[in-house]
Structures are given as C-alpha cells and as structure tokens.
C-alpha cells in the first residue's frame, strides 16, 4: 500500500512567530495563516474535494493512493484555524497532541479537543513529553510515552485512540514496535515516503514536512502525487542520516542550538 501524507505543525498570524512558546520546533514549522491558506489552496486545485481522506474510514485501500494532512504537536491554531480552513473545502485532518502541553497557552485544552474530534478530525498521540530523540528511548520508556499519550486522549474522547505520530522525526523499528505494544495502530513518522509498512500490526506511514519557508506549490505538487518534491525531500533525508549517525550525540546538540537560533531546519 502508498499513501501522501503531509506534515504540517503550527498555524500563526501574520508576523506572530513566538521565538519559545514550549513547542520544539520553534520558528521552523510555524507557517503563517496566509502562507497556510495558499498551502490548502494549491493543493484544492490539484486535487480537489475528493482525494483528501482521514485514515480512521479508510485503513485499507486499494487503487487510489489517499492523501491525508498531519498536523503535529496539538497547538491551539489546530482549532482556530486549520480545522475550518480544511472543513471549509471538505476535508478533515489528523492532529497530533503532545499531551504534556495540552491547555498550556498556545495549546489545545481538552474541550477543543473533543469538539474537533466530533467535527470529524482524527486525533492521535504525539508523546506525552515530545522526547528530543524518541529512538533513544528505552523500551519502558517509549511504551510509557504512547501508552500515557494515548490514555490521557482517551479519557477525554472516552473512546480509544489509535493513530500517533512520532515526536522530532526520530523514528527506529523500535520506536514502532512499542507504539504497537501500546496499542497504537496507525503510526505517523517524518521519513518522506508514499511507502506504507506494517509493525506487529500497526500501519507505519512517511510523511512529507512542510515548513514555513516551503512554497505552497509544494504542498499542491505532493498532493497532485508529483515525483520532484518527493524525490527533493527523499534526497534531502538519505543525505543526512550518515551524518547524524557519524556526528552521534555532537550532531544533536548541534542542530539543537542552530535550531534555537533560527538558523537550521529540523524534522
Ligand atoms: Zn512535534
């Protein structure tokens, strides 16, 4: 199976990019409410109503490859603004709560949480923490983070959940197999793949990052299923794995500070 998967993070109005507001992927991620809305609007025209899915109705498919849109860590824009963005042209989303931050300033607190649950969207875990490096977790200690996650989201939906998205892109096998233990079943990474696998039963998917200096025809091109933005970011991603696997620790707490500064992108 394939399927386009888009991650987005959060929404902001214009000039409005807080340099520390708890999330971390400050600056980076955050697209601005116009920048977003040219985003949803190129990917309207390529595809239009039809094609955009959330994964809850379709868990298997055939055929057509669905397209689905992410949006990670649980930030208030999720309800003020992408939600009706998306419901305006049809379509519903998936967001990804870090469940430490909920109700903290700038963060879905659980009434929006529901309401956006009964408005069709799906909601899913993304850690109770956001760990910097999920893959170096312990076992105990990633199966902690997706089962707390999960129950915490549960309680306030009062029906289980199942779907997550793995916190700063760190994803290992092991990463999925205690997301799978936790009994998650849908399992959202940063690797930009159409490619759809399968760990002790829970569906892994890649996904394709925008940040906030991607050009909204991006977003229509992936959407459209275009090979070069895809291939772009695939490159982009094989090319610094050796050196995040050479620089080990160093590497980290390097892109950390870059990152804190503005200055380097993140996943
Ligand atoms: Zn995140």
Redesign the pocket.
């Known amino acids: 199976m394939r399927a386009i998967s888009i991650g987005y993070?959060d929404i902001v109005d214009e000039g409005q990019r807080p340099p520390n507001d708890g999330?971390?992927?400050s600056g980076r991620y955050k697209l601005d409410r116009g920048h977003f809305r040219a985003h949803i609007d190129s990917i309207w025209r390529s595809v239009g109503h039809a094609s955009v899915h959330v994964i809850d109705r379709a868990r298997r498919w055939q055929g057509e490859v669905p397209l689905f849109l992410t949006f990670?860590?649980g930030a208030v824009s999720s309800y003020t603004c992408v939600a009706g963005e998306l419901e305006q042209r049809g379509w519903r989303g998936h967001f990804f709560v870090?469940t430490d931050w909920t109700a903290r300033p700038g963060f879905l607190d659980p009434r929006q949480i529901r309401e956006l649950h009964a408005r069709g969207h799906v909601i899913g875990s993304?850690s109770c923490s956001?760990p910097a490096r999920m893959s170096k977790l312990s076992w105990e200690e990633l199966l902690k983070e997706w089962k707390e996650s999960c129950a915490i989201l549960s309680d306030i939906l009062q029906e289980p959940v199942v779907t997550a998205s793995v916190?700063?892109g760190y994803y290992s096998r092991k990463v999925g197999k205690a997301a799978a233990a936790a009994g998650i079943q849908v399992l959202f990474t940063s690797e930009p793949s159409a490619k759809v696998s399968n760990v002790d039963g829970c569906l892994i998917l890649g996904r394709y990052s925008i940040q906030s200096h991607t050009p909204a025809s991006v977003s229509g091109a992936i959407a459209a299923r275009n090979r070069w933005p895809r291939l772009r970011q695939a490159i982009l991603w094989q090319a610094k794995k050796p050196v995040k696997a050479l620089a080990g620790e160093s590497y980290f707490t390097i892109r950390r500070l870059l990152l804190s500064r503005g200055i380097a992108s993140g996943n």
């Open positions: 993070h999330s971390r992927h990670d860590d870090t993304h956001h916190a700063d």
